[in-house]
Protein backbone atom coordinates (compact mmCIF):
# COMPACT_ATOMS: atom_id res chain seq x y z
CA UNK A 1 0.00 0.00 0.00
CA UNK A 2 1.08 3.19 -0.68
CA UNK A 3 0.48 6.42 0.85
CA UNK A 4 1.06 10.10 -0.01
CA UNK A 5 1.47 13.35 1.92
CA UNK A 6 1.64 16.54 -0.25
CA UNK A 7 3.09 19.49 1.82
CA UNK A 8 2.54 22.91 1.27
CA UNK A 9 3.26 22.83 -2.22
CA UNK A 10 3.77 25.84 -3.98
CA UNK A 11 4.97 26.08 -7.72
CA UNK A 12 5.73 29.61 -9.54
CA UNK A 13 6.53 30.32 -12.87
CA UNK A 14 8.82 32.90 -14.36
CA UNK A 15 6.95 34.79 -17.05
CA UNK A 16 8.29 37.24 -19.53
CA UNK A 17 5.99 39.92 -20.70
CA UNK A 18 7.74 42.35 -23.13
CA UNK A 19 11.44 42.97 -21.07
CA UNK A 20 9.55 42.38 -17.87
CA UNK A 21 9.40 39.60 -16.03
CA UNK A 22 7.08 38.73 -13.46
CA UNK A 23 6.48 36.00 -11.44
CA UNK A 24 3.06 34.11 -11.35
CA UNK A 25 2.30 31.72 -8.31
CA UNK A 26 0.01 28.78 -9.97
CA UNK A 27 0.08 27.14 -6.74
CA UNK A 28 -0.27 28.38 -3.68
CA UNK A 29 0.23 25.87 -0.23
CA UNK A 30 -1.40 23.39 -0.96
CA UNK A 31 -1.50 19.91 1.28
CA UNK A 32 -3.30 17.06 1.05
CA UNK A 33 -3.19 13.37 1.35
CA UNK A 34 -3.74 10.17 -0.71
CA UNK A 35 -4.72 7.08 0.35
CA UNK A 36 -5.16 3.58 -1.28
CA UNK A 37 -8.89 2.58 -2.07
CA UNK A 38 -9.79 6.28 -1.62
CA UNK A 39 -10.30 8.94 -4.65
CA UNK A 40 -9.98 12.61 -4.02
CA UNK A 41 -11.30 15.07 -6.65
CA UNK A 42 -9.24 18.22 -7.30
CA UNK A 43 -11.59 20.66 -9.23
CA UNK A 44 -11.66 24.53 -10.07
CA UNK A 45 -11.91 26.51 -13.23
CA UNK A 46 -9.15 26.51 -16.37
CA UNK A 47 -5.89 27.86 -14.66
CA UNK A 48 -6.36 27.22 -11.04
CA UNK A 49 -3.22 25.30 -10.52
CA UNK A 50 -4.97 21.98 -11.08
CA UNK A 51 -2.74 20.19 -13.81
CA UNK A 52 0.68 21.79 -11.97
CA UNK A 53 -0.47 20.08 -9.15
CA UNK A 54 -0.63 16.54 -11.09
CA UNK A 55 2.99 17.23 -12.98
CA UNK A 56 4.15 17.91 -9.48
CA UNK A 57 2.88 14.62 -7.81
CA UNK A 58 4.10 12.75 -11.33
CA UNK A 59 7.51 14.81 -11.28
CA UNK A 60 7.11 15.93 -14.66
CA UNK A 61 7.60 19.25 -12.87
CA UNK A 62 9.82 20.46 -9.54
CA UNK A 63 7.95 22.57 -7.01
CA UNK A 64 8.94 25.80 -5.94
CA UNK A 65 9.01 24.22 -2.29
CA UNK A 66 6.77 22.16 -0.22
CA UNK A 67 7.15 18.30 -0.58
CA UNK A 68 5.56 15.09 -1.83
CA UNK A 69 6.51 12.10 0.72
CA UNK A 70 5.13 9.31 -1.11
CA UNK A 71 5.58 6.12 1.64
CA UNK A 72 5.08 2.62 1.50
CA UNK A 73 2.84 0.68 4.50
CA UNK A 74 6.23 -0.12 6.54
CA UNK A 75 7.25 3.77 6.27
CA UNK A 76 10.10 3.16 3.33
CA UNK A 77 9.94 6.11 1.28
CA UNK A 78 9.34 5.84 -2.62
CA UNK A 79 11.61 6.60 -4.78
CA UNK A 80 13.33 6.40 -8.21
CA UNK A 81 12.20 4.22 -10.30
CA UNK A 82 9.83 2.65 -7.89
CA UNK A 83 8.59 6.02 -7.61
CA UNK A 84 7.94 6.46 -11.47
CA UNK A 85 6.56 3.03 -11.20
CA UNK A 86 3.82 3.45 -8.69
CA UNK A 87 2.77 7.55 -9.43
CA UNK A 88 1.44 7.07 -13.10
CA UNK A 89 -0.78 9.54 -14.68
CA UNK A 90 -3.92 9.35 -17.45
CA UNK A 91 -3.86 12.29 -19.41
CA UNK A 92 -6.45 14.29 -20.67
CA UNK A 93 -6.02 14.26 -24.14
CA UNK A 94 -6.24 10.47 -25.96
CA UNK A 95 -5.34 11.67 -29.19
CA UNK A 96 -2.12 12.88 -28.38
CA UNK A 97 -0.83 10.93 -25.11
CA UNK A 98 -0.21 7.64 -27.84
CA UNK A 99 2.41 7.37 -30.36
CA UNK A 100 0.48 6.84 -33.72
CA UNK A 101 3.54 5.11 -35.50
CA UNK A 102 3.23 2.51 -32.30
CA UNK A 103 1.00 -0.64 -31.86
CA UNK A 104 -1.52 -0.18 -28.85
CA UNK A 105 0.54 -3.93 -27.75
CA UNK A 106 3.69 -1.62 -27.87
CA UNK A 107 2.11 0.98 -25.62
CA UNK A 108 1.72 -1.65 -22.79
CA UNK A 109 4.15 -4.02 -23.47
CA UNK A 110 6.80 -0.98 -22.89
CA UNK A 111 6.30 -0.31 -19.16
CA UNK A 112 6.21 -3.99 -18.48
CA UNK A 113 9.70 -4.25 -20.18
CA UNK A 114 11.30 -1.13 -18.59
CA UNK A 115 9.71 -1.82 -14.94
CA UNK A 116 10.66 -5.87 -15.75
CA UNK A 117 7.55 -6.80 -15.01
CA UNK A 118 7.70 -9.15 -17.46
CA UNK A 119 10.97 -11.02 -18.72
CA UNK A 120 9.64 -12.95 -21.85
CA UNK A 121 8.60 -11.84 -24.90
CA UNK A 122 5.47 -14.42 -24.65
CA UNK A 123 4.71 -13.28 -20.67
CA UNK A 124 4.70 -9.54 -22.05
CA UNK A 125 2.39 -10.53 -25.03
CA UNK A 126 0.18 -12.60 -22.09
CA UNK A 127 0.29 -9.69 -19.96
CA UNK A 128 -0.70 -7.32 -22.72
CA UNK A 129 -3.74 -9.04 -23.72
CA UNK A 130 -4.40 -9.62 -19.80
CA UNK A 131 -4.54 -5.57 -19.46
CA UNK A 132 -6.66 -5.18 -22.38
CA UNK A 133 -9.24 -7.40 -21.30
CA UNK A 134 -9.31 -5.75 -17.79
CA UNK A 135 -9.90 -2.15 -19.38
CA UNK A 136 -12.65 -4.00 -21.14
CA UNK A 137 -10.95 -3.81 -24.59
CA UNK A 138 -12.03 -7.09 -26.11
CA UNK A 139 -11.22 -9.11 -27.72
CA UNK A 140 -7.64 -8.27 -26.71
CA UNK A 141 -6.35 -10.21 -29.75
CA UNK A 142 -7.36 -7.82 -32.29
CA UNK A 143 -7.40 -4.97 -30.38
CA UNK A 144 -3.17 -5.46 -29.39
CA UNK A 145 -1.92 -4.94 -33.07
CA UNK A 146 -3.87 -1.49 -34.22
CA UNK A 147 -2.67 1.38 -34.16
CA UNK A 148 -4.25 3.95 -31.74
CA UNK A 149 -5.77 5.61 -34.76
CA UNK A 150 -8.06 2.63 -35.00
CA UNK A 151 -9.89 3.25 -31.74
CA UNK A 152 -12.10 5.39 -30.25
CA UNK A 153 -11.26 8.11 -28.15
CA UNK A 154 -12.67 5.67 -25.45
CA UNK A 155 -11.01 3.03 -26.51
CA UNK A 156 -7.61 5.25 -26.67
CA UNK A 157 -8.23 6.40 -23.13
CA UNK A 158 -9.04 2.97 -22.21
CA UNK A 159 -5.13 1.76 -23.50
CA UNK A 160 -3.55 4.92 -21.45
CA UNK A 161 -5.51 3.39 -18.45
CA UNK A 162 -4.17 0.13 -19.07
CA UNK A 163 -0.33 1.60 -20.06
CA UNK A 164 -0.63 3.44 -16.56
CA UNK A 165 -1.58 0.93 -14.14
CA UNK A 166 0.67 -2.15 -16.34
CA UNK A 167 3.42 -1.19 -13.90
CA UNK A 168 1.88 -2.10 -11.02
CA UNK A 169 0.51 1.61 -10.21
CA UNK A 170 -0.51 2.16 -6.86
CA UNK A 171 -1.43 5.87 -7.44
CA UNK A 172 -3.16 7.01 -10.02
CA UNK A 173 -3.35 10.91 -11.48
CA UNK A 174 -6.17 11.27 -13.82
CA UNK A 175 -6.04 15.02 -15.12
CA UNK A 176 -9.30 15.38 -16.71
CA UNK A 177 -9.79 12.09 -17.98
CA UNK A 178 -12.84 12.22 -19.75
CA UNK A 179 -13.29 15.89 -20.69
CA UNK A 180 -12.19 15.34 -24.32
CA UNK A 181 -14.52 12.32 -24.99
CA UNK A 182 -18.01 12.20 -25.88
CA UNK A 183 -20.15 12.98 -23.13
CA UNK A 184 -22.41 9.46 -24.40
CA UNK A 185 -19.23 7.72 -22.92
CA UNK A 186 -17.70 9.30 -20.41
CA UNK A 187 -19.39 7.36 -18.02
CA UNK A 188 -18.26 4.45 -19.09
CA UNK A 189 -14.72 5.19 -18.51
CA UNK A 190 -15.30 6.62 -15.29
CA UNK A 191 -16.89 3.52 -14.12
CA UNK A 192 -13.82 1.12 -15.87
CA UNK A 193 -11.07 3.99 -13.55
CA UNK A 194 -13.93 3.02 -10.49
CA UNK A 195 -13.45 -1.03 -10.76
CA UNK A 196 -10.14 -0.78 -11.56
CA UNK A 197 -9.31 1.50 -8.53
CA UNK A 198 -11.68 -0.71 -6.09
CA UNK A 199 -9.61 -4.11 -7.52
CA UNK A 200 -6.40 -2.44 -7.00
CA UNK A 201 -6.89 -0.45 -4.07
CA UNK A 202 -5.51 2.44 -6.09
CA UNK A 203 -5.40 6.53 -4.70
CA UNK A 204 -6.43 8.40 -7.04
CA UNK A 205 -6.42 12.14 -7.76
CA UNK A 206 -8.87 12.91 -10.16
CA UNK A 207 -8.99 16.14 -11.19
CA UNK A 208 -11.94 17.78 -13.06
CA UNK A 209 -14.31 20.93 -13.97
CA UNK A 210 -17.06 18.89 -13.27
CA UNK A 211 -18.83 18.96 -9.80
CA UNK A 212 -21.19 16.26 -10.54
CA UNK A 213 -18.62 13.08 -11.41
CA UNK A 214 -16.73 14.37 -8.58
CA UNK A 215 -18.96 14.18 -6.19
CA UNK A 216 -19.85 10.76 -7.60
CA UNK A 217 -16.46 8.94 -8.14
CA UNK A 218 -14.51 10.33 -5.07
CA UNK A 219 -14.60 10.23 -1.45
CA UNK A 220 -13.15 13.95 -0.87
CA UNK A 221 -13.40 17.18 -2.68
CA UNK A 222 -10.76 19.75 -2.85
CA UNK A 223 -11.68 23.02 -4.20
CA UNK A 224 -9.09 24.95 -6.55
CA UNK A 225 -9.32 28.91 -6.97
CA UNK A 226 -5.92 30.89 -7.98
CA UNK A 227 -3.85 28.14 -6.83
CA UNK A 228 -5.21 27.88 -3.34
CA UNK A 229 -7.28 25.32 -2.33
CA UNK A 230 -10.40 27.41 -0.76
CA UNK A 231 -13.12 24.41 0.32
CA UNK A 232 -12.14 20.93 1.31
CA UNK A 233 -13.75 18.00 2.95
CA UNK A 234 -16.37 14.96 2.43
CA UNK A 235 -17.79 14.67 -1.45
CA UNK A 236 -21.81 15.26 -0.06
CA UNK A 237 -20.60 17.73 2.36
CA UNK A 238 -19.09 19.80 -0.26
CA UNK A 239 -21.42 19.52 -2.74
CA UNK A 240 -24.84 20.00 -0.43
CA UNK A 241 -23.88 22.41 1.89
CA UNK A 242 -20.95 24.60 0.29
CA UNK A 243 -19.49 27.09 2.14
CA UNK A 244 -16.77 29.59 0.03
CA UNK A 245 -18.69 31.94 -1.98
CA UNK A 246 -16.63 29.85 -4.87
CA UNK A 247 -17.67 27.07 -4.54
CA UNK A 248 -21.15 28.36 -4.40
CA UNK A 249 -21.17 29.88 -7.88
CA UNK A 250 -19.47 26.74 -9.39
CA UNK A 251 -22.70 24.66 -8.12
CA UNK A 252 -24.66 27.08 -9.23
CA UNK A 253 -22.93 27.22 -12.78
CA UNK A 254 -23.31 23.63 -13.32
CA UNK A 255 -26.37 22.66 -15.66
CA UNK A 256 -29.18 21.68 -14.22
CA UNK A 257 -31.95 20.82 -16.64
CA UNK A 258 -34.36 21.86 -13.90
CA UNK A 259 -33.17 25.47 -14.03
CA UNK A 260 -32.06 26.42 -17.03
CA UNK A 261 -31.36 29.83 -16.38
CA UNK A 262 -28.78 28.49 -13.48
CA UNK A 263 -26.27 28.50 -16.43
CA UNK A 264 -25.70 32.12 -16.88
CA UNK A 265 -25.63 32.70 -13.34
CA UNK A 266 -22.07 32.75 -12.42
CA UNK A 267 -20.99 34.53 -15.81
CA UNK A 268 -21.87 37.90 -14.88
CA UNK A 269 -19.77 37.84 -11.22
CA UNK A 270 -16.77 39.98 -10.46
CA UNK A 271 -13.64 37.59 -10.44
CA UNK A 272 -11.16 39.72 -7.70
CA UNK A 273 -13.74 39.58 -5.98
CA UNK A 274 -13.51 36.01 -4.81
CA UNK A 275 -11.39 35.95 -1.75
CA UNK A 276 -9.17 33.17 -2.18
CA UNK A 277 -7.32 33.85 1.44
CA UNK A 278 -9.68 31.91 3.16
CA UNK A 279 -10.88 28.12 3.22
CA UNK A 280 -13.77 26.12 4.39
CA UNK A 281 -13.05 22.84 5.63
CA UNK A 282 -15.60 20.60 6.28
CA UNK A 283 -13.92 18.57 8.73
CA UNK A 284 -12.87 20.79 11.16
CA UNK A 285 -15.94 23.03 10.62
CA UNK A 286 -14.09 25.98 10.38
CA UNK A 287 -12.71 28.68 8.07
CA UNK A 288 -8.54 28.73 8.23
CA UNK A 289 -6.42 30.84 6.59
CA UNK A 290 -5.28 29.56 2.37
CA UNK A 291 -1.98 30.42 1.13
CA UNK A 292 0.07 30.14 4.22
CA UNK A 293 2.08 27.62 5.26
CA UNK A 294 0.04 24.94 7.01
CA UNK A 295 0.18 23.54 10.56
CA UNK A 296 2.69 20.52 10.70
CA UNK A 297 1.76 18.38 8.40
CA UNK A 298 0.34 16.03 11.52
CA UNK A 299 -2.24 18.52 12.84
CA UNK A 300 -3.34 18.01 9.67
CA UNK A 301 -6.94 16.01 9.28
CA UNK A 302 -6.75 12.67 8.14
CA UNK A 303 -8.24 12.07 4.82
CA UNK A 304 -10.80 9.09 5.59
N1 LIG B 1 5.19 26.03 -18.02
C1 LIG B 1 4.50 27.11 -17.64
N2 LIG B 1 5.06 28.35 -17.70
C2 LIG B 1 4.38 29.44 -17.29
N3 LIG B 1 3.13 29.41 -16.78
C3 LIG B 1 2.53 28.21 -16.70
C4 LIG B 1 3.17 27.00 -17.12
N4 LIG B 1 2.32 25.97 -16.90
C5 LIG B 1 1.19 26.50 -16.38
N5 LIG B 1 1.31 27.85 -16.25
C6 LIG B 1 0.30 28.76 -15.68
O1 LIG B 1 -0.03 28.28 -14.39
C7 LIG B 1 -1.42 28.46 -14.15
C8 LIG B 1 -2.04 27.11 -13.79
O2 LIG B 1 -1.99 26.27 -14.93
P1 LIG B 1 -2.58 24.79 -14.92
O3 LIG B 1 -2.25 24.18 -16.22
O4 LIG B 1 -2.10 24.11 -13.68
O5 LIG B 1 -4.15 25.07 -14.81
P2 LIG B 1 -5.37 24.03 -14.83
O6 LIG B 1 -6.14 24.23 -13.58
O7 LIG B 1 -4.86 22.67 -15.13
O8 LIG B 1 -6.23 24.58 -16.06
P3 LIG B 1 -7.09 23.75 -17.16
O9 LIG B 1 -8.38 23.42 -16.49
O10 LIG B 1 -7.26 24.74 -18.28
O11 LIG B 1 -6.31 22.55 -17.57
C9 LIG B 1 -2.01 29.06 -15.39
O12 LIG B 1 -2.13 30.44 -15.20
C10 LIG B 1 -0.99 28.76 -16.47
O13 LIG B 1 -0.98 29.74 -17.47
MG1 LIG C 1 -5.14 21.32 -16.72
Known amino acids: MTLVHVTDLVKDYRIRTGLRRTRLRAVDHVSFDLVPGRTVALVGESGSGKSTIAKILTRMEKPTSGTVDVRLDDGTPVQGSLYRRQVQMVFQDPFASLNPFHSI ?5 RPLRIHQRTHTAA ?16 PAETIAPRRPHELSGGQRQRVAIA ?44 ITHDLATARHFSDEILVLYRGRIVERGPSDAVILDPHHHYTRLLARSAPDPERRDRVTAAVTVDRDAID ?11 WEQAGVPSATATDRPAVG
Open 105 to 109: EHHIA
Open 123 to 138: ETHQRVLEMLERVNLT
Open 163 to 206: RALAPGAQVLVADEPVSMLDVSIRLGVLNLMGRLQREDRLAVLY
Open 276 to 286: NSVCYDHRTRR
